[in-house]
């Protein structure tokens, strides 16, 4: 039990690039993944290659790994730091979320991981900050909107393959939500 839920999870590492990154046969003028207009993936930047790179001694970065803004050629956002600060809060709530998801996974408690998936990244989680002013959404691009709105979609979607009880299509399902987070991390930054 212990190797099938390892090779789900590696699975899922590896099934989450393949989603992200365009077919190379095509080019990048193909469709992107997840409603991403042709021309925005930018897979082959510095967020894809060399990933590891920048934490050789556990969690501790290095320096001289990081690419300098100007070589960086995924697309600047331009947001306002608290707009940055509660999308980062966000993103932290969705690893968190993800963490528990895999949790539940591995322990079968699949309408756990269903619940869990729609009420903290799902459709029903989208534009908690919109009263704000300062809600992140406001100053995407509207590609960067779409592959947000995507990820919520997955989510979303997730959670309804959850519920069925299978838990191979569940993790099936799942690598499509960590495929939009991989693409939109790739493609975009904001500072």
Do not use: W
């Not at 963490?99 to 009420?119: C, G, P, V, Y």
């Not at 590609?143 to 519920?163: D, G, I, P, V």
Request: charged residues 10%; hydrophobic residues 35%; contains cysteine.
């Amino acid at each position: 039990m212990k190797i099938q839920y390892l090779a789900l999870i590696l699975g899922i590492s590896m099934m989450s690039v393949s989603y992200a990154q365009p077919n190379m046969g095509q080019g990048m003028s193909s469709a992107c993944p997840y409603g991403m207009p042709p021309g925005q993936c930018k897979m082959h930047g510095p967020g894809m290659h060399g990933m590891r790179q920048g934490m050789p001694y556990g969690n501790q970065p290095n320096p001289q790994a990081q690419p300098s803004q100007s070589n960086d050629q995924r697309t600047f956002i331009n947001m306002p730091p608290k707009a940055q600060q509660l999308m980062r809060q966000e993103m932290l709530i969705n690893l968190t979320t993800l963490t528990q998801i895999l949790s539940f996974l591995a322990a079968d408690k699949l309408n756990d991981a269903a619940e869990i998936a729609e009420t903290q990244m799902g459709r029903s989680a989208m534009g908690k900050h919109r009263g704000t002013g300062m809600g992140p959404g406001r100053f995407m691009s509207q590609s960067m909107r779409q592959t947000c709105f995507n990820m919520h979609n997955a989510a979303s979607e997730f959670a309804q393959t959850a519920k069925t009880g299978n838990t191979t299509q569940a993790y099936a399902a799942l690598a499509k939500v960590t495929a939009t987070c991989v693409a939109c991390h790739s493609t975009y930054r904001t500072r």
